[in-house]
């Protein structure tokens, strides 16, 4: 079973670095997330990224006057990265190698936490995503805000309705312990894990953790220009 120990080994491929940092050079900010963030994040906020990956959303942040940003990333290789970027585009912040299910140790509450580009469904177990939230939510200050994004499989079942079907029936049979888990080799001979849930699901989740979410949609119905994005991603805005 893909566990974090994996999850480390996957982001601090170089292969995958490199892959991050090409959607840094490519993407910048996106559209969608630019909208999302500058609605409901204040520019004196004290905010958190987790998940920085190459550094694509907070260096954009930090270079928007966004003034007050912390980073962190489990992979070491990423933050590496990041700091690099950093240097290149001029601006400065802190930045930590850590997992989100460590944040305490930085004794801090945010006003925003953000975990975009999917990357809380790299968690691996439904166990460790809940755990991960309890933290999340612990490490804000009321009233704070927790923004980020997943794939969504009630939005893609038409098109992978097949593929779907046959992971529903390896899932009541027993042979998956959580449906929406895949595991893959991408880049070339990268393990790589990713949950893909429904809004049901994460709703499920956030209600157990007591967030309050006051925003959910596709970027699709956000974003005027999709080739600017990424991909097409559940955004989900929660409140403490």
């Not at 993407?27 to 963030?37: D, G, K, L, M, V």
């Not at 990224?49 to 260096?59: D, F, K, L, V």
């Not at 930090?62 to 585009?89: F, H, S």
Request: aromatic content about 12%; glycine content about 4%; charged content about 30%.
């Amino acid at each position: 079973m893909f566990n974090y120990k994996d999850l480390k080994k996957e982001f601090n491929d170089n292969l995958v670095v490199n892959h991050y940092d090409a959607l840094f050079q490519k993407f910048q900010i996106t559209p969608s997330e630019q909208y999302i963030i500058n609605k409901f994040v204040h520019k004196n906020s004290k905010i958190l990224e987790i998940g920085c990956g190459t550094g694509r959303i907070c260096i954009n942040l930090a270079k928007d006057l966004y003034k007050n940003i912390i980073a962190i990333d489990i992979a070491k290789n990423m933050i590496k990265r990041t700091r690099k970027n950093m240097r290149e585009q001029n601006v400065l912040f802190p930045t930590y190698t850590m997992s989100a299910s460590r944040l305490k140790v930085l004794n801090m509450r945010f006003d925003a936490i953000l975990f975009m580009y999917n990357g809380f469904c790299d968690i691996p177990q439904k166990s460790n995503r809940e755990k991960t939230l309890k933290v999340i939510y612990d490490c804000l200050k009321k009233g704070g805000l927790f923004i980020f994004t997943t794939q969504d499989r009630d939005n893609n079942i038409e098109n992978y309705k097949q593929f779907w079907e046959e992971e529903k029936e390896k899932y009541l049979s027993g042979k998956k312990k959580e449906l929406g888990d895949l595991e893959r080799i991408k880049f070339e001979n990268v393990k790589t894990y990713v949950n893909v849930p429904t809004k049901t699901e994460i709703f499920e989740l956030l209600n157990k953790v007591s967030f309050n979410i006051i925003f959910s949609d596709m970027t699709q119905r956000i974003s005027k220009d999709m080739k600017k994005e990424i991909g097409n991603f559940r955004y989900y805005v929660c409140t403490k």
